[in-house]
């Protein structure tokens, strides 16, 4: 089955939209900072001019029957001190311009006495900000309307406004490399929840499927309760199989013991050697499924309990004695001789009793299954660093050049022992407990057969 394709990475995904928003907000605070710079630089502008204007405004009079205006210097000296600014006046009545730029545009909307006009046009060339106001000169006794109109260039203006929109272009690109390095902090942050959930999701071995009880955000609650609810239906489908597994293993055993028995008799019995060699086929046979039917029971027993420990203090080396005991009558059968070194001294582990007794009991039929006759098999139990260690040692055919992770696989044998009965499960009975147990397995190819290598953590009683 192909692996689904992976789809876009959420933390990409997640980075590039924040980054999105970090771009809108930078251009916003540009174009936002330049309109008001140039909203500020345009009315201070207007300011100068209105108090150019009004300055001009109060010096006019009337002598004579005729309007006189004595423009005072201060008036466009304000206008002209920044950037050499060019300044444009016109001083008009009825139509008729006093003083000034005769071609000087009025306002589309013409000013009131209250409130001046300002507007911008094209003039000469060149942009000018204008502001146009108008005050009444009595001459003769008759009120006259006098336009004041005076413009100036916008370069000042424009430099402001070039200043201005430098230092907004900086703001916000400055805004943008700040926000993308708190977004990236932050996507880090935010997906730190999910990477732990995977990660102790990769920790766990094989056969742990134990609900997730490590605290976690609501929004990943949903997807804790969806793997607790499948991990929950996994295990029972796996109870379900390892059950059916050991109930059929159990009800497979008696009729083949009696099937055993009966060849036994009828082998005795028989008269022609064919007959005997056929029943002695049959007597294999019936071993083999036995012993694969055994160590069937023996597996499912090993994998439902390694989930449910029952640790208690245990004894190894009286855990030994017991399985010397019950396999020296193989031992004699093949005339093997078992050299086991003192047990005098206590090995205590915490652990699963039932377990450890499989493993021992199948590391001992191993070693006594595939030790040729008139050979020996060394046992020992010591203690190196933290840990006991049971080391049992044949005089067999060896490895074959296979390795323990190929032949503690389920069902898997070295391909040098085709014609001795066994099933392929005993390694990896040996192997999970002592996963489960947090020890260890080893298997050690030797000049003539192998050692095999239990350790399990010492235990000292509080």
């Not at 050690?444 to 000292?460: D, H, R």
Request: net charge negative; proline share 5%.
């Amino acid at each position: 089955m192909k692996a689904p394709r992976p789809s876009q990475s959420l933390r990409r995904r997640l980075l590039i939209q924040l980054l999105g928003v970090a771009a809108v907000l930078s251009a916003l605070i540009y174009f936002g900072v330049r309109a008001i710079a140039e909203q500020a630089a345009e009315a201070t502008q207007d300011n100068i001019l209105g108090a150019s204007a009004t300055t001009i405004a109060e010096e006019l009079g009337a002598q004579d029957g005729e309007i006189v205006v004595d423009i005072p210097y201060a008036a466009f000296s304000m206008l002209g001190a920044i950037n050499a600014e060019r300044v444009f006046y016109r001083i008009e009545t009825d139509a008729e311009t006093l003083t000034g730029y005769d071609d000087l545009p009025l306002p589309a909307i013409a000013p009131s006495l209250l409130a001046p006009v300002y507007y911008t046009i094209n003039y000469r060339g060149v942009g000018l900000r204008v502001v146009a106001l108008q005050r009444l000169v009595t001459v003769q006794d008759r009120p006259v309307v006098v336009t004041i109109i005076v413009g100036q260039t916008r370069n000042g203006h424009a430099a402001i406004t070039s200043r201005v929109a430098n230092l907004a272009a900086s703001l916000g690109i400055g805004f943008f490399i700040l926000a993308g390095l708190l977004n990236w902090v932050a996507t880090e942050r935010a997906l730190g929840p999910v990477r732990r959930v995977a990660l102790a999701v990769g920790r766990r071995g094989p056969a742990d499927l134990s609900p997730l009880r490590q605290p976690m955000p609501r929004e990943l609650a949903p997807l804790s309760t969806a793997l607790n609810d499948f991990m929950a239906r996994l295990r029972a489908a796996l109870t379900r199989t390892e059950t059916f597994i050991a109930e059929a293993a159990h009800h497979v055993r008696t009729p083949l013991a009696t099937v055993r028995s009966q060849a036994e008799i009828a082998l005795r019995l028989a008269e022609t050697e064919d007959s005997r060699r056929a029943l002695r086929a049959v007597i294999r046979a019936v071993e083999e499924s036995g012993r694969s039917a055994g160590q069937l029971l023996d597996h499912a027993m090993v994998t439902f309990r390694s989930e449910h420990l029952e640790p208690a203090e245990v004894d190894l080396s009286e855990m030994l004695s017991h399985a010397l005991r019950a396999l020296t009558p193989s031992a004699d059968i093949k005339d093997v001789t078992l050299q086991v070194s003192p047990l005098d001294t206590p090995a205590k582990v915490l652990g699963d009793q039932l377990l450890i007794e499989s493993a021992i009991r199948n590391m001992l039929d191993n070693a006594i299954k595939y030790t040729p006759a008139d050979s020996t098999v060394t046992i020992s139990l010591g203690q190196v660093g933290g840990s006991h260690v049971l080391e049992i040692c044949d005089q067999g055919r060896g490895l074959a050049g296979a390795d323990l992770a190929a032949l503690s696989i389920r069902f898997e044998r070295g391909n040098n022992v085709a014609d001795v009965v066994g099933s392929g499960l005993g390694l990896t009975i040996i192997q999970e407990v002592a996963t489960s147990h947090g020890g260890s397995f080893t298997l050690a190819q030797m000049t003539e057969g192998v050692c095999a290598k239990l350790s399990l953590p010492c235990y000292v009683p509080a």
